[in-house]
């Protein structure tokens, strides 16, 4: 699966060991899709996926993903993981809004 948009945040990388004594790194990040209803999703890249994708702040991306979900004492979570990563670049200004609903025209005014 694909996903694309701009990244808004970056959280802290974050490692450890595993019960088999591995070592793990993962960095976060948060990304935020286009459209009428963008909506804010958290994104993984794991040991040295961090280091070979540099995302930064304000660039739009496009991430090759995969969704994973996995039961823990009853309750499940959900990861999304990037396994590559297409970089746009940094984003373009702000475009203005139009709103499609405002005429200036008086035939489009409602008496109500």
């Known amino acids: 699966m694909e996903l694309t948009g701009k990244i808004?945040?970056?959280?802290?990388?974050v490692g450890g060991k595993s019960?088999?004594?591995?070592?793990?790194?993962?960095?976060?990040?948060?990304?935020?899709?286009?459209?009428?209803?963008?909506?804010?999703?958290?994104?993984a890249l794991w040991g040295d996926k961090i280091d070979q994708f540099s995302i930064n702040i304000g660039e739009t991306v496009t991430l090759g993903i995969?969704?994973?979900?996995?039961?823990y004492n009853g309750r499940w979570y959900t990861e999304v993981k990037a396994f590559k990563v297409e970089n746009k670049g940094a984003s373009a200004a702000a475009m203005p809004e139009v709103?499609?609903?405002?005429?200036?025209?008086?035939e489009d005014k409602l008496p109500f």
Do not use: A, M
Not at 66 to 71: A, G, H, I, L, P
Not at 99 to 106: I, N
């Open 19 to 43: 019960k088999s004594g591995n070592e793990w790194r993962k960095q976060e990040f948060i990304l935020e899709t286009p459209g009428q209803y963008p909506k804010k999703v958290c994104v």
């Open 99 to 106: 709103d499609s609903f405002h005429s200036e025209g008086e």
């Open 66 to 71: 995969d969704v994973e979900s996995r039961e």
């Open 8 to 13: 808004i945040q970056k959280l802290p990388e």
